[in-house]
């Protein structure tokens, strides 16, 4: 698998995404995602790979999911598993909410600590029996109920069914950013986040509404994202893809993605104007946002289009 | 974004970790870079901690007042809200409301107390003795 990289597995698994869904709040604040959820990406991509995934969800039975845990591990076998990040000892106290969505690998165990390797951290850190079943068992929305999963019968992976997956996962991205029905997902989602920060001012007035703009901004640099809320990781994924199919096309659209995400980083940093008090907060600076996000919608589908039209063979 | 042009800001992960991101090198190839952190981002998440903490003290001022059951104040203070305190207790969302009310909150079975004192992270003693 030393071919795999992380912008590669991310374009096998259509990990780009939008979607902000009405009446839900996370954090006291819009409930906005700019990917897929990150079980399907891993699923899709070991499918692309004819992989086979186990997975395991162990309800309430703490006992039963250290057990399989365990013995996995003895069994020289790294694991994944969904954990909350509320209760995540080496986490940074600022980081820590009710996120029950994180991923990480439990690779050893020694004594009586687990050996991991979480994405957000830089090196190696470990998490003892009793903080691995806290995080194992957080609950709340997406409780991971134990949920843990590995690769089975990892066979020889040729370069045509990489080729073949880069299509799938292509077409697949268009397909879900250009015509999921309805105004929330997918392209249409951003311009309806645009529209709701033209009314959030009046409705909430100015603070709260500052509150919602920062919490769009923390969605999209969170840590994990590659910047610009995955759009870099995924201009990435469009140049590696190229060098598998060798149609120039694909560098021009990776350079459309490279510009999506320097105009969301824009529109952070005009949010942050807002957030920090550097506007005076008038109506006129919110339209600012917004009119970004439309912007940002128009070059998006563009790109998507380009995409979804693109003969591409392997 | 560039890779010279990455921020290297202050920010809640000093001496913890860097965070990646995906940069362009000096011949427009993507390569990964990593950052301290983002003074926009670290704004953001400051905020959200000052409304957090502004909550908190709302929370006990309701409690000292008679307003609301010391529930309300420890559910703020782990950042819980109703889908995450009914995920901890098991309870309902409208039987937690209904425990918020301090004469509700005053007639609660020991074992119902004890239920919120685990998802909180406390003795049973300081959930009923707080008075904000």
Request: proline share 4%; charged share 25%.
């Amino acid at each position: 698998m030393d071919f795999m990289t992380e912008p590669l597995a991310f374009g096998l698994g259509s990990g780009i995404f939008y979607i902000h869904i009405p009446f839900l709040q996370v954090n006291n604040g819009p409930a906005i995602s700019y990917r897929s959820m990150p079980g399907w990406i891993f699923s899709r991509t070991c499918k692309s790979l004819g992989v086979k995934v186990v997975r395991k969800k162990f309800g309430n039975n703490e006992a039963a999911a250290k057990a399989y845990l365990d013995q996995k591990i003895k069994e020289g076998v790294p694991v994944g598993c969904q954990v909350g990040v509320f209760n995540l000892p080496y986490f940074p106290p600022e980081y820590r909410f009710h996120f029950n969505a994180h991923n990480l690998i439990v690779w050893g165990k020694e004594g009586q600590d687990y050996l991991i390797s979480d994405p957000v951290m830089e090196t190696v850190t470990k998490l003892s029996e009793e903080d691995m079943i806290k995080v194992r068992f957080a609950k709340g929305p997406l409780a991971p109920k134990g949920h843990v999963y590995y690769p089975e019968n990892v066979k020889p992976v040729t370069t045509e069914m990489i080729k073949k997956g880069i299509i799938k996962g292509i077409k697949r991205s268009s397909r879900d950013m250009l015509h999921i029905p309805g105004n929330i997902a997918g392209v249409s989602g951003i311009k309806y986040t645009a529209n709701h920060i033209r009314k959030w001012r009046d409705k909430f007035g100015p603070r709260k509404a500052g509150l919602y703009l920062g919490q769009i901004v923390r969605m999209q640099e969170e840590i994990g994202t590659g910047g610009g809320g995955f759009r870099f990781l995924y201009a990435a994924f469009l140049e590696e893809a190229h060098a598998y199919l060798k149609n120039d096309e694909l560098l021009n659209i990776s350079q459309d993605f490279t510009k999506v995400g320097d105009l969301w980083r824009s529109s952070a940093v005009q949010m942050g104007r807002i957030y920090k008090g550097r506007t005076n907060n008038d109506q006129k600076d919110f339209l600012i946002c917004a009119d970004l996000l439309t912007e940002i919608a128009d070059l998006e589908k563009n790109a998507f289009l380009k995409l979804k039209k693109l003969k591409l063979d392997y | 974004m560039k890779k010279e042009e990455l921020p290297q800001d202050e920010s809640a992960l000093k001496a913890m970790t860097r965070e990646l991101l995906y940069v362009k090198d000096k011949e427009g190839k993507y390569t990964t870079g990593l950052s301290t952190g983002w003074e926009v981002k670290k704004a953001a998440l400051d905020n959200a901690w000052d409304d957090i903490r502004e909550r908190i003290e709302t929370a006990r001022l309701a409690v000292k007042n008679g307003e609301k059951s010391p529930i309300y104040y420890f559910m703020e203070l782990r950042l819980m809200d109703f889908p995450v305190l009914s995920g901890y207790t098991g309870f309902w969302t409208f039987t937690i409301k209904r425990h918020l009310k301090p004469s509700v909150f005053a007639s609660l079975s020991e074992k119902k107390l004890s239920v919120y004192a685990k998802a909180f992270d406390i003795t049973v003693d300081e959930l009923k003795n707080f008075k904000g």
